[in-house]
């Protein structure tokens, strides 16, 4: 299949008031939904909305975003859905630690996604006051993997 297929898809679902399109072949899927608005996908930031997945090497935007905790912490949250890993390795010692300092450039975890390793950078600068996944479990997208105190 390819994008002009997809996009006659596209244009039946508008013409007949489609919402939902799905189609599985041999290996490929396709699974297509217009939200209320009209649109062919969901806003990136709604719950439940399809993942995201970026080419290897893509740098990976972390979310951040105040916690709404009295102490002003922050949460990191998963940019994607994946694996979550606290070392690149299992004999490797993990990237960041409890009451450790990060930076904006620090890598505090690894998101597999795919089969490509995402670093997830912290983004700014504070001291690790929780760690909120357990190692190598599922994450969603936007899901708080770690919480900072800014400093």
């Known amino acids: 299949m390819d994008l002009k297929d997809i996009k006659a898809i ?22 297509l939904k217009r939200t209320a608005n009209g649109g062919s996908h969901p806003p990136v ?7 995201i997945y ?17 102490s002003g912490e922050i949460e990191i949250k998963s940019p994607m859905v994946g694996t979550f890993y606290r070392a690149p390795s299992p004999e490797a010692v993990n990237y960041v630690e409890l009451g450790v300092e990060v930076h904006p450039d620090t890598v505090v975890c690894i998101i597999e996604a795919m089969k490509v390793m995402n670093e997830i950078k912290a983004e700014l600068r504070g001291v690790i006051t929780q760690m909120l996944v357990e190692n190598a479990k599922p994450v969603e997208f936007g899901q708080p993997l770690f919480k900072i105190r800014p400093t």
Do not use: H, W, Y
């Not at 930031?45 to 993942?51: I, L, Y």
């Not at 970026?54 to 009295?70: C, F, I, M, N, Y």
């Open 10 to 31: 596209v244009d039946l679902m508008k013409k007949n008031s489609i919402s939902e399109f799905e189609l599985e072949k041999q290996e490929f899927k396709i699974r």
């Open 45 to 51: 930031d709604e719950p439940g909305s399809m993942p």
């Open 54 to 70: 970026l080419p290897p090497g893509t740098p990976v935007p972390t979310q951040v975003a105040q916690s709404g905790s009295a």
